[in-house]
């Protein structure tokens, strides 16, 4: 019905950047808020950034100052721009979406797949 799919993760030392995007597709009518969540091995999945309409962004104390996200609505994309990363950035990162599909006009948080950001020191 509507899927996420994920690109960008890799291994990258301390102190380099990675891209990270997501795009969605399917029955979607409108897409109200896009975010990366991560989740480090033995740990919870935690919030990185997120973005909703509007452009408002919200992202965790963690990250501030070294990610960036961004979306482009007309294309359904979300984009985790990470720079100064660090060890602790290590995991597994996943887009989320939560958006109102055609099908049923009913709300859907959808999850990507994930991809696998190893930072080394």
């Known amino acids: 019905q509507v899927q996420l799919v994920e690109s960008g993760g890799g291994l990258v030392q301390a102190g380099g950047s990675l891209r990270l995007s997501c795009a969605a597709s399917g029955s979607i009518f409108r897409i109200n808020v896009m975010g990366w969540y991560r989740q480090a091995p033995g740990k919870q999945r935690e919030l990185v950034a997120a973005?909703?309409?509007?452009?408002?962004?919200n992202y965790a104390d963690s990250v501030k100052g070294r990610f960036t996200i961004s979306r482009d609505n007309a294309k359904n994309t979300v984009v985790l721009q990470m720079n100064s990363l660090k060890p602790e950035d290590t995991a597994v990162y996943y887009c989320?979406?939560?958006?109102?599909?055609?099908?049923?006009?009913?709300?859907?948080?959808?999850w990507g797949q994930g991809t696998l950001v190893t930072v080394s020191s």
């Open positions: 973005i909703i309409n509007g452009g408002v962004t």
């Open positions: 989320n979406a939560g958006l109102i599909v055609t099908t049923t006009y009913r709300h859907l948080e959808v």
